[in-house]
């Protein structure tokens, strides 16, 4: 083998409730604001596909369990539904959903498949996002609960946890760029909401240190994009750091060093955007680093500086500090818009080795969206996506440099398991090993991918 992994690496996959268990008004789950969301506005999603069936996992996970087994998966990631757990999100916990979880718990470790279990997932329950969500200190309260819930329940089992999946996506889509509820655009309630996830997240892992889970670890799961100048010029260079520090800093700093970068605080206090803070939240930010850390790797960004001033009467956003650079020649994926560039992956692994005390990680999420794969079908019902195992491949030679250079990466997580439900184009862009024939009661089938990653899970590499 040319690229052999560290013993013990996780092989496997990412998933999230409400992508993939459907079921959403079954018993007993309460609304988050993606099903209200569909509810008031079916047409604004892709095709009038929403959330309430999706891929039925809840129906059908011990086939699905089956089918992780048969792609050589060893760990796998899913995230429990607040809403299905506590339907009103503050009290009142559905048996149903307890005994739901379990099962799927239960059947994942028979499986030899070692359970990540996420806490959010872009799902907040509509009650909660009534009393304004992530905006209102209230919900931290309501959260921290909810996670002692979870810890109480199934912490006997799950040995990784992790508070969040990628928290800067809420703020960026529910309130900048218009594709999360409650799609709003206002910056200085942005920043709120990122500064009290992230008090969320510090209360979380502290509830968690508390409930001392044996042989347990909490972290939490970033999308890391790593910002690349158009040019070495200072105000190029100026505009890839503050790009760090908003898109990748803002949450990164505080989860594994306990302090925001000073520089973060000086840039907003410069425009008179920082956020209401407790006299309480630094220390509780500071005592309650991670052990762990996902990372999430779709694409880098490219920025250069601002070639004109910002509308002052416009609503001040991110942009008004860089422009997007639109490099020539970067590949990109047609079908999502993303721009494809494994060394990303290495330069975050090393990045996190050098500045961040090598925290403990893996690769959370990656992987490669794409549109008609039907046509991809062989004579024998198989699609082969070769592009899926070029672009995996790929990635994976980058992360087993940074391995060998002494990153601390304890494995890969694709995007995602089986084809499931997108926020932003429902079916159209399909990620998954496993594919779903929606027209087909949601028949399932290995893709190439899927038989080619058991054998590099079982080689441990290729
Ligand atoms: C990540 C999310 C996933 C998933 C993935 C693919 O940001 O954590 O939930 O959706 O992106 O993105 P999309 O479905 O928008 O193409």
């Not at 100026?238 to 800093?249: P, S, V, Y």
Request: proline share 5%.
């Amino acid at each position: 083998l040319q690229y052999q992994f560290p013993e013990g690496f996780w092989w496997g996959s990412a998933t999230s409730a409400t992508q993939i268990e459907g079921a959403a008004h079954e018993d007993g789950k309460g609304l988050n604001i993606w099903d209200y969301w569909f509810e008031q506005e079916p047409n604004r999603f892709f095709d009038g596909i929403g959330p309430e069936n999706t891929s039925d996992f809840y129906h059908r996970y011990q086939e699905d369990i089956r089918l992780m087994k048969e792609t050589g998966h060893n760990t796998f990631r899913l995230s429990i539904s607040w809403s299905r757990l506590i339907p009103g999100g503050i009290e009142n916990i559905n048996e149903k959903a307890v005994d739901f979880y379990n099962r799927v718990i239960d059947e994942l470790i028979k499986n030899d498949i070692e359970p990540f279990v996420n806490l959010f997932h872009f799902d907040m329950p509509f009650e909660l996002q009534q009393i304004g969500g992530w905006e209102n200190r209230k919900v931290i309260d309501a959260y921290a609960h909810y996670a002692r819930i979870c810890f109480e329940l199934f912490g006997d089992r799950v040995k990784k946890w992790f508070t969040f999946n990628e928290p800067i996506v809420p703020v960026e889509g529910g309130y900048l760029y218009d594709f999360h509820y409650p799609n709003i655009i206002d910056f200085r309630k942005a920043i709120q909401v990122a500064y009290h996830t992230i008090v969320a997240h510090a209360k979380a892992v502290q509830v968690f240190k508390q409930a001392s889970i044996q042989n347990g670890k909490i972290g939490i799961i970033l999308n890391l994009t790593p910002s690349y100048p158009r040019s070495q010029h200072p105000a190029d260079l100026k505009a890839a750091n503050i790009c760090d520090l908003l898109f990748n800093r803002s949450f990164l700093d505080p989860a594994v060093k306990g302090e925001y970068p000073a520089e973060l605080i000086e840039l907003l206090k410069e425009y008179s955007y920082l956020p209401v803070i407790e006299n309480s939240d630094a220390t509780l930010i500071k005592n309650n680093t991670i052990d762990i850390l996902g990372v999430n790797y779709y694409q880098p960004r490219r920025v250069k500086a601002k070639a004109h001033l910002p509308n002052p009467y416009a609503p001040f956003m991110p942009e008004n500090l860089f422009d997007n650079y639109e490099m020539p020649g970067r590949k990109m994926n047609r079908h999502r818009g993303w721009e494809i560039y494994e060394k990303g992956i290495y330069d975050i692994a090393m990045n996190l080795k050098e500045n961040y005390g090598n925290v403990e990680c893996f690769i959370s999420e990656n992987g490669i969206g794409v549109e008609g794969e039907e046509t991809f079908r062989n004579a024998d019902g198989m699609i082969e996506d070769d592009y899926r195992i070029t672009f995996i491949q790929e990635h994976l030679k980058w992360l087993y440099k940074a391995i060998q250079e002494g990153a601390n990466m304890k494995g890969y997580h694709m995007w995602t398991f089986m084809d499931n439900w997108s926020w932003s184009n429902a079916y159209k862009n399909r990620y998954g090993f496993i594919s779903i024939d929606l027209h087909h009661h949601c028949e399932r089938s290995i893709k190439k991918s899927g038989y080619w990653f058991k054998q590099v899970a079982e080689n441990n590499g290729f």
